[in-house]
């Protein structure tokens, strides 16, 4: 069989905050090649979409009520490996070296990093995540 890739990358954008949540979603729905699967308001709601519909991508806020990014990621993991996770925190880095381990993320990234860069990091990320699978089906 033949690889087949998706031409576009698969995010799903999670963060408690309603005002973050929109601005990353009016941020990469404009972008080519980018394909939001849906926007969640915290761990537990990220896992039941990630169960339906395989990101390649998770951009997870770390601090959130009902479930954090910490738990979520674990969960996200477990149910596909390939998908890779930006951790997304207002959280200082130095604090995280000692957390990591608590969760599985891929990179980090501070709320204030520019939104272009962000973007960056998902389209260079998404497209590890789609060159470890063979073929997806939706």
């Known amino acids: 069989m033949l690889p087949c890739h ?32 849906g926007l969640a308001t915290n761990g537990k709601e990220a896992i039941d979409i990630a169960k339906q519909s395989r990101p390649d991508v998770v951009i997870l806020d770390l601090q959130m009520p009902v479930m954090d990014g910490w738990s979520a990621s674990c ?13 997304y925190s207002s959280v200082e880095d130095t604090k995280l070296q000692d957390t990591k381990i608590m969760g599985e993320w891929d990179a980090f ?10 973007i960056a990091l998902a389209r260079q ?9 063979s073929c997806r089906t939706s």
Do not use: Y
């Open 125 to 133: 990320l998404g497209q590890k995540s789609a060159n470890s699978l």
């Open 6 to 37: 998706t031409s576009a990358i698969r995010v799903l954008l999670v963060d408690d905050h309603e005002l973050t949540r929109l601005t990353l979603k009016l941020a990469f729905s404009t972008q080519a090649n980018i394909q939001l699967v």
């Open 75 to 87: 969960k996200i993991k477990a149910i596909d490996p390939n998908t890779q996770i930006i951790a």
């Open 109 to 118: 990234c501070q709320k204030d990093i520019p939104t272009a860069e962000l």
